[in-house]
Structures are given as structure tokens and as C-alpha cells.
């Protein structure tokens, strides 16, 4: 016996109907932010150099004289 499947037509939009001009227009401006993230953003970050943090040396008093003799009570 044969089997018959009946696929339905497919639906197509009406011509009045813009699915796909909206996606391009975001995916567009989402390209073009990228590029200028690339072409503004890595020069930026590469002039702004090292950060320099500036930590005081701290102050360490050394007398002059040490006295060794231990001495001790019995």
C-alpha cells in the first residue's frame, strides 16, 4: 500500500509585512559600535600608559648603639 502524506503550502508573509529590515538595522548598528570600540577604544586604552601609585617608604629607626649583654637573676 502506498502512503500519501499531504504537506501544507508553505505561509508567506504578505509583501506588506518588513521581517527581516529591522534585524539588519540592529545587527548594522551593533557592527558599526563594534568597529568604533576597536578603532577609538585600544588606541585610548594604549596612550593611557601605567598606573603609577605612589606609596610612602615607611620610617625605620636603627639606634645607633645595641647593648648584647644578657644578664640574668637567679
Request: hydrophobic fraction near 50%; charged fraction near 10%.
Amino acid at each position: 500500500m502506498t502512503t500519501i502524506v499531504n504537506n501544507p503550502a508553505p505561509v508567506v508573509a504578505p509583501a506588506s509585512e518588513n521581517t527581516g529590515g529591522s534585524s539588519l538595522l540592529i545587527g548594522a548598528i551593533v557592527l558599526i559600535g563594534f568597529v568604533m570600540l576597536l578603532y577609538f577604544g585600544i588606541p585610548a586604552i594604549r596612550r593611557m600608559g601605567p598606573v603609577q601609585v605612589n606609596v610612602p617608604a615607611p620610617q625605620v629607626v636603627v639606634p645607633g648603639k645595641i647593648d648584647l649583654n644578657v644578664t640574668q637573676t637567679k
